[in-house]
Antibody, heavy 120, light 107 residues
Framework: EVQLLESGGGLVQPGGSLRLSCAASGFTCSIYAMSWVRQAPGKGLEWVSGISGSGGNTYYADSVKGRFTVSRDDSKNTLYLQMSSLRAEDTAVYYC?????????????WGQGTLVTVSS | DIQMTQSPSTLSASVGDRVTITCRASQSISSWLAWYQQKSGKAPKLLIYKASSLESGVPSRFSGSGSGTEFTLTISSLQPDDFATYYCQQYDSYSLTFGGGTKVEIK
């Protein structure tokens, strides 16, 4: 059974850093594209970052480029999102999601999300 | 970046109604369009991919159509479980973008 379990969210001050983790089970994370998607309170979905399956190419939304870094530890079957220079507008539930196949980026399985609150 | 515009933003309907949601892309995305359903406090659920392909396990009352820049999601007969928010998403480029969402409410 495919499962994605995010962790690492919490309260952080503006300008601070946080690392989110997404532990995957039931599939091999390294051969699928993986994405991070966030949802601010009461708002819609916003794609944040992605990493390709083969090659591990990384991609970012303009809103987080230069501040966030996506990575993957294949030995732990875990996806990460390192977030720095955090702003109030980064406050959101962050979801990790798995691509539907090895040659596509459309997502089929999502985690339950982890809440990041940026506030002083 | 490709912009996705959904309409309407809110829709009031009754059980049994036929419901249509529209999504427009700012440039052609071929058929690289997905539809998701999200219920309050839950992660989104994939309904449709490649504009018209039904994800496994999704009821056949859901259907998608369109290509290029204009797409629709249709629910043929709205059921109580379908009251939720629906999002389109383009995946033509890896800068994935979502529409603003359509909330389907009980009339």
């Amino acid at each position: 059974e495919v499962q994605l379990l995010e962790s690492g969210g919490g309260l952080v001050q503006p300008g601070g850093s946080l690392r989110l983790s997404c532990a995957a089970s039931g599939f091999t994370c390294s051969i699928y594209a993986m994405s991070w998607v966030r949802q601010a309170p009461g708002k819609g979905l916003e794609w944040v970052s992605g990493i390709s399956g083969s090659g591990g190419n990384t991609y970012y939304a303009d809103s987080v480029k230069g501040r966030f870094t996506v990575s993957r530890d294949d030995s732990k079957n875990t996806l990460y999102l390192q977030m720095s220079s955090l702003r109030a507008e980064d406050t959101a539930v962050y979801y990790c999601a798995k691509s539907r196949g090895t040659t596509t980026v459309v997502t089929d399985y999502w985690g339950q999300g982890t809440l990041v609150t940026v506030s002083s | 970046d490709i912009q996705m515009t959904q309409s309407p933003s809110t829709l009031s309907a009754s059980v049994g109604d036929r419901v249509t949601i529209t999504c427009r892309a700012s440039q052609s995305i071929s058929s690289w369009l997905a539809w998701y359903q999200q219920k309050s406090g839950k992660a989104p659920k994939l309904l449709i991919y490649k504009a018209s392909s039904l994800e496994s396990g999704v009821p056949s009352r859901f259907s998608g159509s369109g290509s290029g820049t204009e797409f629709t999601l249709t629910i043929s007969s709205l059921q109580p479980d379908d009251f939720a928010t629906y999002y389109c998403q383009q995946y033509d480029s890896y800068s994935l973008t979502f529409g603003g969402g359509t909330k389907v409410e009980i009339k």
